[in-house]
């Protein structure tokens, strides 16, 4: 028995050690907008915050999750889909088909906690998210518009 701080809720959860903690959020909480995309952290559809810090859940066993760590999903991000982010991708039209777009979301909200002003540079390097559909240059519009808010 594990439990979890998701967005702000407590969860008790009856999994093994080793399980994937997207696995935890999408089979045992119900929160679906983390998406399962690779399953070896290379594309980052799965990314979630833990303690601020993004982090991809589809490798991140449940039981390296301590007590009192605050995990966030994009559900959790706004409820509302009214975090400063969301709304300069629906403004910049960044996502296509939008599988990836959780994920990516997550990234740059964690980026811009921490860098308020960052380069296209510093885009580049923390955006490590894969878009089969390639919408990079929306992406990084997209977050040198939120960077203009109070994010």
Do not use: F
Not at 76 to 87: D, F, I, M
Request: hydrophobic residues 35%; proline residues 4%.
């Amino acid at each position: 028995m594990a439990t979890l701080n998701i967005n702000g809720k407590s969860y008790d959860v009856q999994v093994e050690d080793g399980t994937p903690l997207l696995w935890v959020i999408r089979e045992q909480v119900g929160l679906t907008g983390t998406k399962y995309g690779c399953g070896v952290a290379q594309c980052g559809a799965c990314s979630v915050h833990i303690n601020g810090e993004v982090r991809r859940s589809c490798v991140t066993p449940v039981n390296t999750v301590k007590a009192g760590d605050r995990i966030v999903t994009i559900e959790g991000l706004s409820p509302t889909a009214s975090h400063p982010v969301q709304k300069a991708w629906a403004e910049h039209d960044v996502p296509q088909c939008g599988y990836c777009q959780s994920g990516q979301i997550m990234a740059a909200a964690a980026l811009l906690s921490k860098n308020k002003n960052p380069s296209d540079r510093d885009i580049d390097q923390a955006m490590t998210n894969i878009c089969r559909c390639g919408t990079y240059q929306r992406i990084r519009a997209a977050i040198h518009t939120a960077a203009k808010t109070d994010v």
